[in-house]
């Protein structure tokens, strides 16, 4: 994986520049440890972080394609096309030839060939710029589920590109402002597609393309989820289910570095591990290597709660010794999880402070323990989207509910374990000139409007369809775009099988009641691949991602409020209801108030160390 930015003006010579896309480029550090480069030309400039994952000699970037002294095409890339070897075939027929081994190149010589139709052909995780001088026109692409993230900000002359915000805020033309509608984006637990939270800032869409020339910038959609009718039996469906998986991981095991898995020991990340080490042994290259995190006396003194009824700790053992893994648990206290630190790293690594409290904390710190060990890792993301595993979607009153089923769920308060709201200690007054609800409701209508229907598609079946677009199109950025920082902060790619786009098109489009024929979650899951899963592994209940249980962590959020309260040149200051401020950090008070805590305590950070102005 790497860290991509960009510079394109039309009125400037850029050559004259690179202090600025230096600047640009560091920010993108922690995505690309192994090497740093910059290409200029009078109106675009590229810069280029390089986490060296396949051909560690000749993918270095910035990448040109030349002809006759004439240059052609250059890109910066990030990212990794799984299907590169079938692609380079093909174009080698077509009469390209290649002087490295890299998927990059492939990339370049796939759009001369089809042009923007190349997009359509690849097989990954990607995000990158294509800039084609004989046209002077750029080319922003991104893959279809959105795995790697990629912002564009227009300018009076042309475009700024980056991985992430940050690239783009070093430019110095640009100042890092939130109006009312960048906040209420980041408060609430929804991920509108495109929005970047930064006033003047956009996401590149998932399976889009924006081309930027001399009149602006344009968008493209190039793949999207579509209705088609479902023709296999249940039978035919389960066995092309464990196909694609089979030939998904297989794919993803590509790497010239060290490679494992993310074990949770529920059944997304057991079946992605299962699987991986059936491929591995097969190849010669066993076992694989696998990690998981746990807390401190998590498993010993665990305490259900209405999401999580079982430590994951016994499971992941469980289906590590099954499959002879090379497993390792990293294991995490309270003073990690609270140190001032960590947490900076992490608010670093997200721009953003809209995150998961300790579950990021938590995520980063895992990353960086497997980081030494290993550069890529598979996880068993999305899933969940794809096979309807949340609790919620089999809750009549989530998924009939008026809103997001997350939302109906208050999903942004029980994940730490309460049932707070992230909003508990925001003003009141603050709160009415931004109208949650009616965001959220407005969000939530523009995403019903895409929903692709069949005519069969009626009752439960049409709100199923629904519920199902809804978390493959919004909440599962949410979790993809969590899991893409916290491991680049550490320069470790994370692949996520399940997001590969013929399974969730397929997927997609099996009916409700055969996604829940044997009346669990995830059947059509469990049933290909529980020959590679011991039972009790197989037969578990989803658990999410694990939150530490230690009261010492409520208890340290609790002193840092008080902090805070006692602060009063603290930023967040005056966004805050003092009267709620002064009830969760009384003496006895409720023990109820991570998310509340986590988002207000975040908050308070992001503005005191970006200089972000908000302008409400």
Known sequence: MCGITGWISYDNDLTT??????????????????????????????????????????????????????????TTYSGEVYNYRELRAELEQLGHTFRTSSDTEVVLHAYLQWGEAFAGRLNGMYAFALWDPRTEELLLVRDRMGIKPLYYHPTPDGVLFGSEPKAILAHPAVRPVVDAEGLAELITFTKTPGHAVYRGMHEVRPGHIVRVGRGGPSVRCYWSLTAREHTDDLDTTVAHVRELLDDIVARQLIADVPLCTLLSGGLDSSAITALAARALAAQGRGPVRSFAVDFTGYTEHFTPDDLRGTPDGPYAHALAEHVRSDHRDIVLDTAALMDPGHRAAVLAARDLPNGFGDGDTSLYLLFKAVREQSTVALSGESADEVFGGYRWFHDPAAVNADTFPWVAARLSGRFAGGNATREALLDRGLLGKLDLRGYQDRRY???LAEVPYLDSDTGHQRRMREVSYLHLTRFVQILLDRKDRASMAVGLEVRVPF????????????????????GREKSLLRAATRDVLPDPVADRVKSPYPSTQDPRYNEALRRELKRLAADRDAPVRPLLDSGALAGVTADGASSDLRPGAELVLGMN????????????
Not at 33 to 52: I, K, Q
Not at 508 to 518: E, L, V
Request: a negative charge; charged letters at 25%.
């Open 17 to 74: 520049e690179r202090p600025t896309l230096e600047a640009m480029t560091a920010t993108m550090a922690c995505r690309g440890p192994d090497a740093a480069g910059v290409w200029l030309a009078t109106h675009a400039g590229f810069g280029h972080r390089r986490l060296a994952v396949i051909d560690i000699d000749g993918g270095k970037q910035p990448m040109a394609v030349e002809q006759d002294g004439r240059t052609l095409l250059v």
């Open 445 to 447: 209508r523009e995403a």
């Open 499 to 518: 997001c590969d786009h013929r399974l969730v098109d397929y997927v997609f489009n099996a009916p409700w009641s055969m996604k829940t024929f044997d």
């Open 605 to 616: 950070a992001w503005l005191r160390t970006t200089g972000t102005s908000l302008e409400l």
